[in-house]
């Protein structure tokens, strides 16, 4: 099964931008999906964008227009790039991997995004 490790959450001013990315352990175009989830306190986990093996996309509505998923096949990276980011986007963001039947889904260990006003 993959390993998936998040980077690049932080604090940022409502407004701004942040990149997360979501580095893999295997060839991400062998991976049926990528995603991105994100949760908060008492809430559930909420599908915020993916990206299928051949480079389909879906954004969630919540954030169409604002948020932006791609990959770096070369680098076995996914990103998320978020931008006129609102307080309503704070979570910890997640990133998963699902090979269904073969493996998963799996899951990195989540990167927090707190966005102030």
């Known amino acids: 099964q993959v390993q998936l490790v998040e980077s690049g959450g932080g604090l940022v001013q409502a407004g701004g931008s942040l990149r997360l990315s979501c580095l893999a352990s295997?060839?991400?175009?062998?991976?049926?999906?990528m995603a991105w989830y994100r949760q908060g306190p008492g809430k559930e986990r909420e599908l915020v964008a993916m990206?299928?093996?051949?480079?389909?996309?879906n954004i969630a509505d919540s954030v169409k227009g604002r948020f932006a998923i791609s990959r770096d096949i070369g680098k076995n990276t996914v990103y998320l790039q978020m931008n006129s980011l609102k307080p309503e986007d704070t979570d910890i963001y997640y990133c998963?991997?699902?090979?269904?039947?073969?493996?998963?889904?799996?899951w990195g260990q989540g990167t927090q995004v707190t966005v102030s006003s």
């Open positions: 295997t060839t991400i175009v062998t991976i049926n999906v």
């Open positions: 990206i299928t093996r051949n480079g389909w996309k």
């Open positions: 998963n991997a699902d090979n269904r039947p073969t493996w998963g889904p799996a």
